[in-house]
């Protein structure tokens, strides 16, 4: 079945640092990918996502490109911020239509320092 | 636009009752509602999908009969945690796949909305 696999955390850095959080996925056909995250004692907000091969989602500093011949979906940000510290959730979804069930990653937890 | 919230934001209580939640999508319809359990520090895992007026599909291993789950309406669903044991406690999360808009707002239709979630203590 389908399935996400994400870097093993946590994650520490300090501010300013360059992060990358790799994702990469086992789906059958051509699956929607994401990424979530989720601040302390909250639910999840999306963060970016991408629909096909080669797209690019970008939000709030973040980037993530589609990559089909690697089957990855890496998260990464240019310079991180202490607000920037929560879990990051990678997530596909097989079809692209209202109904699907998301299948997510395990985390990983980005803790920034000043 | 395509907000979703919970109800309680946490609760607590004996072993032995049954406790409800509810997720609302309150500016969106949701033919599907989904249903998650989020351990300390861990993923979430899909407890089930619910559909408005059908029975919600469980995935494996979960009991439809200890986490009852409603889908009454296009914008309500519920989940009741029955006979609730200190083994439920957790982080159960709801969200939602926008059908149609609601006054206009305009949702995207192959995302789903979270709701914040709601954190069960069972004593």
């Known amino acids: 079945g389908d399935s996400v696999t994400q870097m093993e955390g946590p994650v520490t850095l300090s501010e300013e640092a360059f992060l990358t959080i790799n994702c990469t996925y086992t789906?059958?056909?051509?699956?929607?990918l994401f990424w979530y995250v989720q601040y302390p004692g909250e639910g999840l907000q999306l963060l970016l996502k991408?629909?096909?091969?080669?797209d690019k989602g970008s939000n709030k500093g973040f980037e993530a490109t589609y990559r089909k011949e690697t089957t990855s979906f890496h998260l990464e940000k240019g310079s991180v911020q202490v607000s920037d510290s929560a879990v990051y959730f990678c997530?596909?979804?097989?079809?692209?239509?209202?109904?699907?069930?998301?299948?997510f990653g395990k985390g990983t937890t980005l803790s920034v320092s000043s | 636009g395509a907000v979703v919230s919970q109800h309680p934001s946490w609760v607590i209580c004996k072993s032995g009752t049954s406790v409800k939640i509810e997720c609302r999508s309150l500016?969106?319809?949701?033919?599907?509602m989904f249903w998650y359990r989020q351990f300390p520090k861990q993923s979430l895992m899909l407890m089930a999908t619910?559909?408005?007026?059908?029975?919600?599909?469980?995935e494996q291993g979960v009991e439809k009969d200890k986490f009852l789950i409603n889908h009454a309406s296009l914008t309500l669903s519920t989940l009741t945690v029955t006979s609730a044991h200190p083994e439920d406690s957790s982080f159960y999360i709801c969200?939602?796949?926008?059908?149609?808009?609601?006054?206009?707002?305009?949702?995207?239709?192959?995302?789903?909305?979270f709701g914040p979630g709601t954190r069960l203590t069972v004593l």
């Open positions: 997530a596909l979804s097989g079809l692209e239509q209202a109904g699907t069930a998301l299948i």
């Open positions: 789906a059958t056909g051509y699956p929607s």
């Open positions: 500016d969106f319809q949701a033919t599907t």
């Open positions: 969200s939602a796949s926008a059908s149609r808009g609601l006054a206009g707002v305009p949702v995207s239709y192959n995302e789903q909305f």
């Open positions: 619910s559909n408005e007026g059908s029975k919600a599909t469980y």
């Open positions: 991408a629909t096909k091969a080669d």
